[in-house]
C-alpha cells in the first residue's frame, strides 16, 4: 500500500467510526490509525501516539491525525 492508499484508508476509517466520538472527549489529541485492523492510539503528542501503535505493530504502518483539526501538523504563522 502506498502512502496516499494508507492516509485515506485512515482518514476514512476516522471519519466512519472515530470522528464523533473522539472529538467529543480528545480534540487536540494526535490519533495514529492502522487501517487494516481499525484499531487507533491516542497521543498527547504525535510521538505519543506514533510510539504505541508501534509498540501494538511493529511491523504495519500507520497514519497520524490530529483529533477536530484537518491537517494533522501546521508549520509556519497565521496573519490576520
Known amino acids: 500500500m502506498n502512502n496516499k492508499d494508507l492516509i485515506k484508508r485512515a482518514e476514512q476509517v476516522y ?8 472529538e467529543r472527549t480528545h480534540p487536540d ?12 492510539f491516542l497521543g498527547r503528542t504525535l510521538s505519543d501516539a506514533s510510539a504505541a501503535a508501534h ?6 504502518r500507520t497514519a497520524v491525525l490530529r483529533v477536530g483539526h484537518r491537517v494533522t501538523v501546521h508549520i509556519g504563522s497565521v496573519t490576520t
Open 15 to 22: 471519519e466512519e467510526r472515530l470522528k464523533a466520538e473522539l
Open 29 to 40: 489529541f494526535f490519533v495514529a490509525i492502522e487501517p487494516d485492523s481499525g484499531e487507533y
Open 55 to 60: 509498540a501494538a505493530h511493529p511491523d504495519r
